[in-house]
């Protein structure tokens, strides 16, 4: 019987991970792409792309439509982060309806296996000096902080429930921890903090702990789960505790830096976000620390992922390994940006000057990627928490890549000022963008 791997949100990291190593395995792979992400540009060309998303029944449709007595798996990874601590509808939407929907997807073609890829975050935090393990329901979520984390865990109690009314969904979930290593082109919390301090921008830090796992090992533990994850059980994945300090210890060894950055306690950091809070109330802008952010970094992040370990035959490298391969690709990445012009249109390449040139003059907060009326991505480049104690800093041009790519499949680039104006690279400035919330819709 032929198999094939039904995967939602292959082009973010974690996806095109997955889908890279099932090809390297031989495995047939069909992938939901939002229609317009320039991130495509990243999943293997041997998978098999559907256009759409998980709240357009159509394209579900498509991707379900598999040859007859084919065997189907799924692997639901799919959903819309964010560090907005506040409800919003678009985010449940893609969360709780967008899974519900993928459910419903199952049930009716009858796959062999569901893997739903959760979040820590949607597992009830336990005091300092508790390990965090798997719970068996997720509802209700009072005690859970940030939406993201809401939805993540209303999504999860669906998934479970589902395996409790229907003795024929074979479901498991994935919790990981925080997700980081090489080709992250949409640069999480590590890859930016990583670059950034590299690149000098960096010189302080805060005070707590951090968990992030490599991608490529929890690429590896989603795929066992697939073929060894039980019915209807959670399994965390997670790394060793890592402190700042620690990070940009392992930084300067892995890239022969001497700098040393300062870290500031949580006292100090509470009263640097209590006077962004002032500084917002004169300005009008939203502070670049918050409450959420210091929450993430001083919360409870010792995770126990003995279980994923057992049963699944889970293994995360070491962090600094990590690390060293994140730097050498972001090296990589510097030398061959001299070399763009080559490799686009000479169209192509002017617009990738123009903002690399915007950029370095310091006043852009935000890259803005749309692809005919519909804005498939947006780069902020002021929401590194150990650089933003400091202000606002200049991000570095690491994401050059992923816009020559945005620009060659016929993407509209537009660059979000401080003031909140919005220039378009080519037609000067265009007016101000209303909604400003994020849209990787593929995380």
Known sequence: MDRIYLLTGAAGLLGSNISRQLVDAGETVRALVLQGDPAVAYVPKQVQIVYGDLLDMDS???????????????IHSASIVTMNPDPNPKVYAVNVDGTRNIIDMCLKHKVKKLVYVSSTGAI?????????????????????????????????????????????????????????????????????????????????????????????????????????????????????????????EIINKTADLDIHAKILSKGIAAAAVKLLKMQGRFTGEEPVLTDFALYNMTRNNDFDCTKAKQELGFSCR????????????????????????????????????????????????KIIVWKGDQKVMSIPLNISITASVIGTVTAPLTFVPLLAASIGIGCRI????????????????????EDGTDSFGNS
Not at 419 to 425: E, F, K, N, Q, R
Request: glycine letters at 10%.
């Open 414 to 433: 537009e660059l979000e000022k401080k003031d909140g104006s919005i220039m378009d690279v080519t037609n000067g400035v265009a007016g101000v963008i």
């Open 124 to 248: 009830p935090e336990l005091p300092h000096g508790q390990k965090i393990r798997e719970v068996d329901h997720f509802l209700p979520t009072d005690g859970l902080v940030g939406y993201y984390s809401v939805t993540k865990a209303e999504a999860s109690q669906l998934i479970l429930d589902a395996v409790r009314w229907c003795p024929d969904l074979d479901a498991s979930i994935v919790h990981p921890s925080g997700i980081c290593g090489p080709n992250d082109y949409a640069f999480g919390p590590v890859a930016k903090t990583v670059s950034q301090y590299i690149n000098g921008e960096v010189k302080i830090g805060l005070e707590g702990t951090f968990n992030s796992v490599d991608v490529r090992d929890l690429a590896a533990g989603v795929i066992a789960c697939c073929d060894k994850g039980r019915r209807g059980e959670c399994y965390i994945m997670s790394n060793e505790l890592v402190t700042m300090k620690e990070l940009y």
């Open 318 to 365: 070491p962090f600094e390994e990590t690390i060293r391969d994140e730097v050498n690709w972001l090296k990589e990445i510097a030398e061959n940006t001299d070399g763009q012009g080559e490799e686009h249109d000479a169209e192509t390449e002017k617009a990738v000057e123009q903002i690399k040139e915007r950029v370095k003059m310091g006043d852009i907060s």
């Open 60 to 74: 579900l449709k498509e991707l379900f439509t598999v040859p007859e007595g084919s065997e189907v798996i799924v």
